[in-house]
């Protein structure tokens, strides 16, 4: 019996997209050299100065938020530098990559996976670089794969006191989690649209510090498509150095205005909610989070360890409970399933989530007491109502 | 704080479109009169046939479901006819009203909420009208206000066996409930779009069988908008005698899609097992259905009584834990609310309106156990799917 066309996206992105968002991209085509574009731009690139927490402008390129990891890197540093790449899962490693490829001399920080990055060890290895030779350090504000949040703010403190650029990767913390660029001297902050943006893939967003900005004007790596400078100047015209993605800027504003009305401490508080009740019922299953320590657990994807193969449990969970859990990465592909909860994502979205789960691990003979995730984020849900 | 804006709607209509219905009313618009019109009502009026079950054509009329009452009055009957309305709840009362009001001679068998009609008691009623007086029987298939459905095959044979024409009101239930309008020689069928069939409302929908048209070529009620003959007319060129509601259409073509792909089988399958569930989770809360035979008991809406006023209850339900219930109508608004199931819904969405319902009577002190009525609807699913 066929089912219904009707599933629910718990994945950490791209994620479900609101109705005025979908809305928003069926506006007619318009000119991108004309006036209404500009009003446009203005407008999404203002309002998301307030979503980064930074008086500095705000970057959007036509591309995938990968892209802003060669933006960050071949903008404000030159040819050989050194950087140190702080990886904590895979998207750190891909990072580290990318920095490799580009011809850095990148010494990679490595954490077990479902382990947040030790603030001390990075100002330990800081402060062994009395020479200064390390020009960035780059790191992940939310570790998609593993479901682990970075203390960025400690982070920041630590390469502050070095002097070398903080590039944050905050793809899939951006909107969700709390992140203070100008407040916490970030350098460099980049995020995608599709996370807790709410939008549909396809813009790649960063934001530059004075520092930043200032090492942009020295910096003699080759680069065209991904250019501050000339964004920047384009800029200073609401308009872009070549063709921007007109309907996904319609797209971000709709969402944008979407998060305005909530607040974005309004998100924050209710992603916070949404980790609180997902480890809640992941841990009433008797299942165990990636998350060695659970205070760095992230409230925007939950990694956990699954007890029977993750791909037949996303399966079962997706054919017979119509819920979409994400897999692992790398080497995790074989160990854990992740539950996203961020984006246009809800406290009943979660409950339903925690459902298919439970029924999909029964179905595969695993010894859960059916109904006990869904009372245990209940439960949580209903002490964060009554405050 | 506020919320983010995405609320479950569980009410029995106007029920939540899906996203393939929202995207085929941005279609351009098109001349009603052109060949790309007919070729839209053509496709639309023959994929109706299958949901009705029916050889005879489907007429669409722009206007509310309400409209069917009066077309299947004026079209089939003359003025001062005898009419045995039959009503187990408010949208009995109101068809039955709508009658009286056309200046028909109406006798009404009521049963009381609750409680399907007895196909006993209109048999026996009908035995009684030897000369053949009564010329129409008016029931709802599926009653929206009490969450109860009428046995209309048992009630059929009765009607067919006196001679008069049984009309059908399955505003609440084609498309979810299993209906045979040519198998089960029912005379007029009449629906709404925003029910079970995902479209916005604004679509009339009908169907008269032969006998019944074959009496609305003697019938003398002075009629202009619901015309049948009319719009017969003007269907044999698949044209409408004024102007369509075009971008409903586009919308009911791409929701009949979704039907065909699930199958209607398929959806009369899932709206039983979306009832069983919500029933289970309800009696497991503690409370009492309506329907005072759960065999009667609505596989689309589901009444129950409120053990709080249920507008206190709904409001919590909304506001706090983001899930949109029904009240009750008339009499029963005090009394208690309805969990509406049908159209695009999913099991996993009537988990999350039991999740909702349970913690909104916990926060109004109503002694229930957190997670119970979930963990009863996943009991009842996961049967379904071990078959």
Redesign the interface.
């Known amino acids: ?6 599933s ?1 996206l718990m994945i950490p992105g791209p994620t479900p997209i ?2 005025q968002v ?2 928003a991209m ?1 506006q007619p085509m318009l000119n991108h050299r004309g006036e209404a574009f500009s009003a446009l731009f203005a407008e999404v690139s203002t309002k998301l100065q307030k979503v980064f927490r930074t008086a500095q402008p705000v970057y959007i390129f036509p591309g995938a938020g990968s892209g802003g990891w060669e933006a960050a890197l071949v903008n404000t540093l030159n040819p050989g530098d050194a950087v140190l790449s702080v990886s904590i899962g895979d998207f750190g490693e891909r990072w580290h990559k990318v920095a490799v490829q580009l011809g850095f001399a990148v010494e990679r920080l490595r954490f077990e996976p479902g382990r947040a990055a030790d603030p001390e060890r990075i100002a330990e290895r800081l402060a062994e670089d009395r020479e200064r030779r390390i020009k960035a350090v780059l790191i992940q504000h939310n570790e998609t794969s593993t479901g682990v949040t970075n203390d960025v703010r400690a982070i920041a403190r630590a390469v502050r006191e070095h002097g070398a650029l903080l590039m944050v990767d905050s793809v899939s913390g951006l909107g969700a989690l709390p992140l203070e660029m100008d407040e916490w001297g970030l350098d460099v902050v980049l995020t995608g649209a599709q996370k807790a943006l709410m939008c549909p893939p396809g813009l790649s967003i960063i934001a530059f510090s004075e520092r930043a900005r200032a090492a942009a004007e020295k910096s003699a790596m080759p680069k065209f498509y991904w250019d501050l400078k000339a964004a920047h100047s384009s800029l200073q015209k609401w308009q872009t150095p070549y063709t921007p993605a007109i309907s996904l800027l319609h797209a971000l504003k709709a969402a944008l205005e ?1 998060l305005e ?3 974005l ?3 924050w ?2 992603h916070r909610l949404m980790g609180e009740m997902c480890r809640a019922g992941v841990k009433a299953m008797g299942l165990r989070l990636l998350a060695v320590d659970e205070r760095t657990a992230s409230n925007s994807v939950t990694a956990v360890v699954a007890p029977v193969d993750p791909k037949r449990l996303r399966k079962v969970a997706r054919e ?4 979409e859990l994400a897999g692992g990465q790398g080497d995790l592909a074989d160990q854990i399933f992740r539950i996203g909860h961020l984006g ?1 994502v ?4 979660v ?2 989530a925690l ?2 789960t ?2 999909a691990l ?2 595969l003979g695993v010894d859960v007491q ?3 995730a ?3 984020a ?2 949580v ?2 002490n964060h ?2 405050g």
Chains 1, 2 share one sequence.
């Open positions: 019996m066929m089912r219904m066309e009707k629910l609101p109705p979908a809305a069926t979407l009305t909530e607040t401490e309004g998100s508080a209710r017979q409970f119509g819920v246009y809800v406290p009943g979205d409950l339903q459902a298919a439970e029924m029964a179905q059916i109904g006990r869904v009372a245990a209940q439960e849900w209903m109502v009554r």
